[in-house]
């Protein structure tokens, strides 16, 4: 049987940088499921989409073949035959899988490839709904969060290493309406587990929270 671990949390709470650091340590694989519905988001923007058109969405859904590789141990996200791996990342992408990730034509698509994944491979996987959904026997659960400042912080200091000047209240004030609408949706909303462990970030340094995930794991 593979190992399966689960790690969900609200945006910015530091689930990939934390993945992939548990996943290197353990030669697990990292599967950011995340990626996958940015990449059905940058399909849905290249045509033009609106996030509210459910019919027009559900529609154009067969269209689209999402797929993972690994290259060198990286994730790299495939839609139609493309890698879009550096193309998901953007506040646009981002709000707009928020979005469309409510669709249950959307999400069935993207469960359905995320749990090929886990029978056969040894996984640390990435989401909003992998312990309660994906993965409802997974090894382990992690439910990681961080104060919503926080998270902010984070975010605006990656910005400002790239050389933009973002604007705190603004990345502020998204990240908590990503919340409610990740949260308060009706399929699969993000919710912690009951078998979870809860793990706050707020007050801990990557390196802390990757030796707790450790530790619980090797429990
Ligand atoms: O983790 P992320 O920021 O890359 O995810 C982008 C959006 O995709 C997130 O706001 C909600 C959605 N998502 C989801 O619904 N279920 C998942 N397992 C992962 C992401």
Do not use: W
């Not at 993207?110 to 992998?130: H, N």
């Not at 997974?138 to 961080?146: E, P, Q, R, S």
């Amino acid at each position: 049987m593979a190992m399966n671990v689960a790690i969900d949390g609200p945006a910015g709470a530091g689930k990939s940088t934390i993945a992939k650091a548990i996943a290197a340590k353990m030669g697990y694989v990292y599967v950011d499921t995340g990626a996958m519905y940015r990449a059905m988001a940058l399909y849905f923007l290249r045509e033009g989409i609106a996030p509210t058109d459910e019919a027009k969405i559900s529609s154009v859904v067969d269209n689209i073949l999402v797929s993972i590789k690994y290259e060198d141990g990286a994730q790299h996200v495939i839609l139609n035959g493309e890698d879009v791996t550096g193309m998901i990342r953007t506040e646009e992408v981002g709000n707009m899988a928020s979005s469309t990730s409510v669709y249950a034509p959307v999400r069935t698509k993207l469960v359905s490839l995320q749990q090929e994944l886990a029978k056969t491979t040894d996984v640390i996987m990435d989401g909003r709904d992998i312990g309660t959904v994906v993965l409802p026997n997974a090894d382990v659960k992690i439910f990681l969060t961080a104060s919503v400042e926080c998270r902010a912080k984070r975010r605006f200091d990656e910005l400002v290493a790239k050389g933009e000047t973002p604007d705190f209240d603004k990345i502020a004030k998204d990240i908590e309406e990503r919340d409610y609408r990740d949260s308060h949706r009706e399929i699969s909303p993000l919710k912690q587990a009951d078998d979870a462990i809860l793990v706050d970030s707020s007050e801990m340094n990557i390196d802390q929270v990757v030796e707790t995930i450790i530790s619980y794991i090797n429990k």
